[in-house]
C-alpha cells in the first residue's frame, strides 16, 4: 500500500492506493490520547473504518467494513520501514552452497 496522512488540527486526511485501487482518507486523531479514527473511501466503492492507537513512531488498530469485515492493521512511517529493512537485510545470512566445488 502507498499512503500519505496528514495531521493537523485533530484532523487526519490523506490519499493513496492499494490491491484494491485509490482511496482518499478522512477522520480525527486526539494527540493527547494518542487515538485516531479514519474512514478510507476508495473511489467509486466501498468505505472502510479505522480506529487506531499512536505506538512510538506507528499507529496499529483494528479496520471494519460494516457487516462484511474487519481485521488489524500497523502503519509506521516510511524511513521507519527502511531503518528496519535495513536492519533485517543485514542480520541475514547468505545461504550455504547446493554443493562444494
Not at 485533530?10 to 485501487?21: A, K, L, M, P, Q
Not at 485509490?22 to 479505522?50: L, N, P, Q
Not at 479496520?63 to 488489524?72: N, P, T, V
Amino acid at each position: 500500500m502507498d499512503l500519505g496522512l496528514d495531521f493537523a488540527n485533530g484532523r487526519v486526511s490523506g490519499e493513496g492506493n492499494d490491491d484494491v485501487g485509490a482511496f482518499v482518507i478522512s477522520g480525527r486523531f486526539d494527540s493527547a490520547k494518542g487515538e485516531c479514527d479514519w474512514t478510507k473511501t476508495y473511489i467509486g466503492a466501498h468505505d472502510v473504518f479505522y480506529r487506531g492507537f499512536r505506538e512510538g513512531k506507528g499507529i496499529w488498530g483494528t479496520w471494519e467494513i460494516l457487516w462484511d469485515a474487519r481485521g488489524g492493521f500497523h502503519i509506521w512511517p516510511r524511513s521507519f520501514a527502511a531503518a528496519n529493512e535495513e536492519a533485517v537485510s543485514a542480520e541475514e545470512e547468505m545461504p550455504a552452497p547446493a554443493f562444494k566445488v
